[in-house]
């Protein structure tokens, strides 16, 4: 029987310090974040496909933070349960939308803030901050 991970929280992120070597903070089901010795921060998705085990990269944190991990973890689970590897779906997806240029979306969160989202990126503002930079935008047109 495996053994049971509790989930990380943002305050265990953030307060984790490299080590001489590099270390594994465990989510559970297969996501962790691995912080390299330099620092780095990195998602990363372990999983089985075909008898195989394969590694799936999720990006730096906190360009990507936990709860945008935790969804890119339940993608690629709905892959797998439909006998498709994430690895080789994301590979496709490079190849098929790699020659157009990914358009920004904009999202304003319950909270207030707005995210600009553009591919796997996204910028978080307050409001005060998406005030500020619309201002600033709008003395340079």
Same mark, same amino acid.
């Given at each position: ?9 943002? !305050?265990? #992120? ?6 001489? #070597?590099? #270390?594994?903070?465990?989510?559970? /089901?297969?996501?962790?974040?691995? #912080? ?24 730096k944190?906190?360009? %990507? ?10 993608? /690629? ?22 020659? !157009?240029? %990914?358009?920004?979306s904009v999202? %304003?969160?319950?909270?207030? !803030? ?7 990126? %996204? ?6 901050? /998406? ?11």
């Open positions: 029987m495996s053994m049971r991970i509790s989930p990380l929280s943002e !305050t265990e #992120i953030e307060s984790a310090l490299p080590c001489d #070597i590099p #270390i594994k903070m465990f989510d559970g /089901a297969g996501l962790f974040l691995q #912080i390299e010795t330099s620092g780095r921060k990195l998602w990363r998705y372990k999983y089985r496909f075909e008898g195989k085990e394969k590694l799936l990269s999720f990006g944190y906190p360009d %990507v933070s936990l709860s945008d991990a935790r969804l890119m973890r339940a993608e /690629a689970r709905f892959l797998l349960d439909k006998e498709i590897d994430p690895s080789s779906a994301r590979k496709k997806e490079t190849l098929i939308h790699g020659a !157009t240029e %990914v358009k920004p999202r %304003v969160v319950m909270d207030g !803030t707005i995210e600009i989202w553009k591919g796997r990126s %996204v910028l978080r503002f307050t409001q005060e901050e /998406a005030t500020f930079v619309n201002k600033l935008l709008n003395k340079l047109l």
